[in-house]
């Protein structure tokens, strides 16, 4: 399998399996599936709302000895409602909580649009509305602090 080396010095996988649009019910049999095939990458985010389907198909593919944790290439998303600065922590750990990981590989802004923040016992993944149905409310959040809020997360080796 072909890798690209990154800035940092890691190198990523050039193939990858996306988890958008993967049912709960079947995700974490095709993350097995998908890793004892040879697939190294898998790209996911918590709006894609499978990660803790992504995390048992992961953790029975390492139990099996298919792979260890530093075989795999794990990238996920910052969702747009946690694009404060004290927001950005919690939302990691809460996706590294749910793929039962302790770092990601790579940690994206899925899209550089902040919206109001809902707490995750209010409703995860939020989506794009503050209310199920109901309008998209914009957050004043500086680019800038979510950029900081992200580097933080990399100086801690998460």
């Given at each position: 399998?072909?890798?690209?080396?990154?800035?940092?010095?890691?190198?990523?996988?050039?193939?990858?399996?996306?988890?958008?649009?993967?049912?709960?019910?079947?995700?974490?049999?095709?993350?097995?599936?998908?890793?004892?095939?040879?697939?190294?990458?898998?790209?996911?985010?918590?709006?894609?709302?499978?990660?803790?389907?992504?995390?048992?198909?992961?953790?029975?593919?390492?139990?099996e000895g298919l792979v260890?944790?530093?075989?795999?290439?794990?990238?996920?998303?910052?969702?747009?409602?946690?694009?404060?600065?004290?927001?950005?922590?919690?939302?990691?750990?809460?996706?590294?909580?749910?793929?039962?990981?302790?770092?990601?590989?790579?940690?994206?802004?899925?899209?550089?649009?902040?919206?109001?923040?809902?707490?995750?016992?209010?409703?995860?993944?939020?989506?794009?509305?503050?209310?199920?149905?109901?309008?998209?409310?914009?957050?004043?959040?500086?680019f800038r602090d979510t950029?900081?809020?992200?580097?933080?997360?990399?100086?801690?080796?998460?």
């Amino acid at each position: 399998m072909s890798h690209i080396a990154l800035n940092s010095g890691h190198k990523m996988p050039t193939v990858g399996m996306g988890l958008w649009k993967i049912p709960k019910s079947v995700c974490a049999d095709q993350v097995y599936e998908a890793i004892k095939q040879g697939y190294r990458l898998l790209d996911g985010a918590c709006d894609y709302a499978n990660e803790k389907e992504t995390g048992q198909g992961i953790r029975r593919a390492i139990s099996e000895g298919l792979v260890t944790r530093e075989d795999l290439f794990i990238t996920s998303k910052l969702w747009c409602t946690y694009h404060a600065k004290e927001h950005v922590k919690p939302a990691l750990q809460k996706t590294l909580d749910d793929l039962q990981l302790e770092y990601l590989d790579l940690y994206l802004v899925h899209f550089p649009i902040a919206l109001k923040f809902v707490p995750f016992e209010e409703r995860y993944p939020p989506e794009w509305s503050h209310q199920p149905g109901g309008p998209v409310i914009p957050a004043n959040v500086p680019f800038r602090d979510t950029w900081e809020g992200m580097e933080a997360l990399a100086d801690d080796g998460l």
